[in-house]
């Protein structure tokens, strides 16, 4: 079992950037790619971001591309994503989740708690 422990989430002007951070004890041993999905208000959990368990591999939203990047640090059992040049739809709860490699929820048995990020103009 992979416990997850999300930070980094809160209140961020449009424009601004956060950093959300995912880490877990024995996760670079598990071998586990990550995941970070999100769900906003009244919508259904969407696919952010992954990585594979090397870090080699990763893969975007089109919603994020080019202003959102993920990464790893497997000596640190974490994984990073960080959200620059944010807008007010980006506004959800974050969840970081381990499992296999790409969009599907349904690769990812372990997930985190969730985060709040919230964009104010």
């Known amino acids: 079992q992979v416990q997850l422990v999300e930070s980094g989430g809160g209140l961020v002007q449009a424009g601004g950037s956060l950093r959300l951070s995912c880490a877990a004890p024995?996760?670079?041993?598990?071998?586990?790619?990550v995941g970070w999905f999100r769900q906003a208000p009244g919508k259904e959990r969407e696919f952010v971001a992954c990585?594979?368990?090397?870090?080699?591999?990763?893969s975007y939203a089109d919603a994020v591309k080019g202003r959102f990047t993920i990464s790893r640090d497997n000596a640190k059992n974490s994984v990073n994503l960080q959200l620059k040049r944010m807008s007010p739809e980006d506004t959800a709860v974050y969840y970081c989740?381990?499992?296999?490699?790409?969009?599907?929820?349904?690769?990812?048995?372990?997930w985190g708690q969730g985060p709040q990020v919230t964009l104010y103009s």
């Open positions: 024995g996760l670079a041993a598990s071998g586990y790619g």
């Open positions: 990585i594979n368990w090397s870090g080699g591999y990763t």
């Open positions: 989740e381990a499992g296999s490699f790409g969009p599907l929820a349904n690769n990812y048995p372990h």
